[in-house]
T-cell receptor, first 115, second 110 residues
């Protein structure tokens, strides 16, 4: 079974540009999460989708970040305009269904560098 | 204060050694607890969930003390392949978001 996939694996952009990250969860997983790790910090939660609905977006840092999950399958995370402090690794995770103890399976991450 | 605190290490131990990591969490509403393992430049992977009664998986033993808000991971008979960063992770009641510690780095040496 294929795991969580993310694209691109790396992205280098200039401050002020736009970047869109994509996540394909494990097939059949209703729950999709975005996390990020900025330099020197711990991994932090950004938001949680259940199918196509945003269940929890309390971790989104500001309105430059827009996440979508149209059709409840893959998700995109757009950063517009990117700032220097947005550099870091963006992880996507998915889990099957109900239960807080559900294992979240992480993708390999997208390493974003904003110059 | 961070919600989940870990000693960053690194812990440098010889093969075959027993090593223990500790973690404290500040939110008393935390209800699920995990240890994840992260290799360099890779994604976090679940190592084991942590239950109140304590649980063991081969060479790995996890303990939870809810009264002290403390979680531990014990690794026996360390292998070179155990070298990684170990992340203490908690989840709060009513939410699916995971809260991560900054991780403890383990280096097992031959």
């Amino acid at each position: 079974e294929a795991g969580v996939t993310q694209f691109p694996s790396h992205s280098v952009i200039e401050k002020g540009q736009t970047v869109t990250l994509r996540c394909d969860p494990i097939s059949g997983h209703d729950n999709l999460y975005w996390y990020r790790r900025v330099m020197g910090k711990e991994i932090k939660f950004l938001l949680h989708f259940v199918k196509e609905s945003k269940q929890d977006e309390s971790g989104m840092p500001n309105n430059r970040f827009l996440a979508e999950r149209t059709g409840g399958t893959y998700s995109t995370l757009k950063v517009q305009p990117a700032e220097l402090e947005d550099s870091g690794v963006y992880f996507c995770a998915s889990s099957p269904q109900a239960g807080a103890s559900d294992t979240q399976y992480f993708g390999p991450g997208t390493r974003l560098t904003v110059l | 204060r961070k919600e989940v605190e870990q000693d960053p290490g690194p812990f440098n131990v010889p093969e075959g050694a027993t090593v223990a990591f500790n973690c404290t969490y500040s939110n008393s509403a935390s209800q699920s607890f995990f240890w994840y393992r992260q290799d360099c430049r890779k994604e976090p992977k679940l190592l084991m969930s942590v239950y109140s009664s304590g649980n063991e998986d081969g060479r790995f033993t996890a303990q939870l003390n809810r009264a002290s808000q403390y979680i531990s991971l014990l690794i026996r008979d360390s292998k070179l392949s155990d070298s990684a960063t170990y992340l203490c992770v908690v989840n709060t009641a009513g939410r699916r978001a995971l809260t991560f510690g900054s991780g403890t780095r383990l280096q097992v040496q031959p």
